[in-house]
């Protein structure tokens, strides 16, 4: 199987799992497949690259945490708040990294693909760092203040298009601070 098409289940086969056991059963009964999903996407990204990335264990980690947190005490304010928490994490990664280690964590991440000016990591990292706390106070926003319908649609449907868009406009940063080898 193509590499980028298990890369592409493995990211949303999970969150189209999710989507569809709420859409027939509701949230509760939507979680545990939820987890299970991730859990199987993490050992397929360990069997098809014998190794796991940063960004989908953690993912994994906190699906399952608050998952497991929302079932346990039958609450779905854990559910509500992982993508919030998320988000102020990687802020937070990528604030510390800026100011604690005087790096950018992004290109640590992602400085074998892309090669930038160290002037470029700085912005990316920035703008990065707002990004994930616009999403955060966005998260916040929606599931405090409309139905549990529209915060489902807004995190299968929506997060993603605002992350491509937000990262669509970063190519102008990209393209002035690529170093050519």
């Known amino acids: 199987m193509n590499k980028s098409l298990i890369k592409f289940i493995t990211d949303f086969g999970p969150l189209l799992i999710f989507f569809v056991f709420y859409k027939k059963y509701g949230m509760e009964e939507a979680i545990l497949p939820l987890i299970i999903a991730t859990a199987i996407s993490i050992l397929v990204i360990y069997l098809t690259e014998k190794r796991i990335p940063a960004m989908p264990l953690i993912g994994a980690i906190?699906?399952?945490?608050?998952?497991?947190?929302?079932?346990?005490?039958?609450?779905?304010?854990?559910?509500?708040?992982?993508?919030?928490?998320?988000?102020?994490?990687?802020?937070?990664?990528?604030?510390?990294?800026?100011?604690?280690?005087?790096?950018?964590?992004?290109?640590?991440?992602?400085?074998?693909?892309?090669?930038?000016?160290?002037?470029?990591?700085?912005?990316?990292?920035?703008?990065?760092?707002?990004?994930?706390?616009?999403?955060?106070?966005?998260?916040?926003?929606?599931?405090?203040?409309?139905?549990?319908?529209?915060w489902v649609q807004f995190k299968v449907f929506g997060i993603l298009p605002i992350t491509i868009i937000f990262t669509i406009f970063q190519i102008s940063v990209i393209n002035k601070y690529k170093i050519d080898n």
Do not use: C, H
Not at 139 to 146: I, K, S
């Open 62 to 150: 906190l699906v399952a945490g608050f998952g497991g947190l929302t079932l346990y005490f039958n609450d779905k304010t854990f559910f509500y708040m992982k993508p919030t928490i998320v988000n102020v994490i990687f802020a937070f990664i990528l604030l510390y990294g800026k100011l604690i280690l005087k790096t950018s964590l992004l290109k640590k991440v992602l400085g074998d693909n892309l090669k930038l000016a160290d002037e470029g990591w700085e912005i990316l990292t920035d703008r990065w760092i707002y990004f994930f706390i616009f999403l955060a106070l966005l998260n916040e926003l929606v599931w405090r203040t409309q139905t549990e319908d529209l």
